[in-house]
């Protein structure tokens, strides 16, 4: 019976005769891994130093439009929209676009700042902050629903406890003034029961308030 796949290949022996033969016959699988590895890993290593690359050209491309935003400058939003489309996914980039759409908030303009806020990706650690501006401009526009909605996304992508807990109270606020009074003073409780979160003062505060409103006639 003709043997197929590893049967099929020269048993490796330790004897010094016939390890020649043994390596002919493995020589182009041998080398063909070799090849492979070394791309892979050379491809690895180039990738690694591009990343690098472009993030600290990113980095350096976000400070001049921030420069001139500082000082006011017309051109400052058309430099932070290239940084945010060259730089897309780095941090320089993705800090452009979030400036990028405050302005266009700033500007009553909120679908566009949506819009740019939609198209980041892989944000990161950027990430509660995308969920959190989306909420503002939200708020902006009276959407309360929608920001009491983002405002929730953002405390789950938040990585801090204490950003958690301050973004849980905007959406409490947020569900206030959309009307779920109920839905909000749930959340003001929750800041109120942890006597270390620097947001329970203010829940204990919130929860009265919400609740002196509940009891009126």
Do not use: C
């Not at 070799?34 to 976000?62: L, P």
């Not at 400058?73 to 932070?80: E, G, I, N, R, S």
């Not at 452009?96 to 266009?104: D, E, G, N, S, V």
């Not at 405002?151 to 206030?176: C, S, T």
Request: without cysteine; neutral net charge; aromatic residues 8%.
């Amino acid at each position: 019976m003709t043997k197929t796949g590893g049967a099929a290949r020269p048993l490796i022996s330790a004897d010094p005769d016939s390890l020649l033969d043994t390596f002919q016959a493995y020589r182009k699988q041998i080398t063909t891994t070799a090849i492979v590895v070394a791309v892979v890993v050379g491809g690895a290593f180039i990738w690694k130093a591009n990343t690098a690359r472009r993030e600290t050209q990113a980095e350096k491309a976000f400070f001049d439009a921030m420069a001139l935003v500082s000082q006011r400058d017309a051109k400052a939003p058309d430099a932070l929209a290239k940084v945010a489309q060259r730089y897309s996914g780095t941090p320089g980039g993705i800090q452009a676009a979030l400036l990028y759409a405050q302005a266009k908030f700033d500007d009553g303009k909120y679908a566009d700042g949506q819009k740019i806020l939609d198209e980041v990706r892989s944000a990161g650690a950027f990430a509660s902050g995308v969920e959190a501006l989306k909420a503002a401009g939200y708020e902006s526009e009276q959407k309360y629903d929608l920001a009491a909605q983002h405002y929730g996304k953002a405390v789950d992508k938040a990585e801090l406890q204490g950003e958690k807990d301050f973004l849980k109270g905007e959406q409490a606020r947020a569900l206030a003034a959309a009307g779920k009074r109920a839905d909000a003073a749930k959340l003001w409780a929750e800041l109120a029961d942890k006597p270390d979160s620097p947001m329970a003062s203010e829940a204990k505060i919130r929860l009265g308030e919400l609740s002196a409103t509940t009891a009126k006639p």
